[in-house]
């Protein structure tokens, strides 16, 4: 993790981490609760592009923590081969219903 990614966590009271990647955001969640204690974050296993998981993300929050204060889209990847993909994560503000 990043040391910006640090000192902004540092500051979010709860965290809910959406990750397409389940290795990947059970790792990241291992470091958070291992930096900020347990109960501080939750994963939900995600992909962005995809409207229904995303909001499904949403809810997860609210359900566990009542309310989304602050929203902090790290989504991004760099592969040509599959540059619409590319273009939904990295461009594309809202997902596409």
Do not use: C
Not at 16 to 26: K, Q
Not at 51 to 69: G, I, L, S
Not at 72 to 77: K, P, Q, V
Not at 85 to 95: D, E, G, L, R, Y
């Amino acid at each position: 993790m990043r040391r910006s990614s640090r000192s902004t966590l540092r500051s979010i009271q709860h965290k809910i981490l959406a990750d397409v990647n389940p290795e990947l955001g059970a790792k990241a969640l291992q470091e958070i609760e291992k930096e900020f204690g347990p109960n501080k974050a939750i994963f939900s296993h995600t992909d962005v592009t995809d409207y229904n998981q995303f909001e499904d993300a949403f809810k997860k929050a609210v359900e566990k923590y009542k309310n989304v204060d602050i929203l902090i889209n790290n989504a991004g990847i760099l592969n040509d081969a599959i540059w619409q993909k590319q273009i939904a994560i990295n461009v594309v503000t809202k997902p596409s219903s």
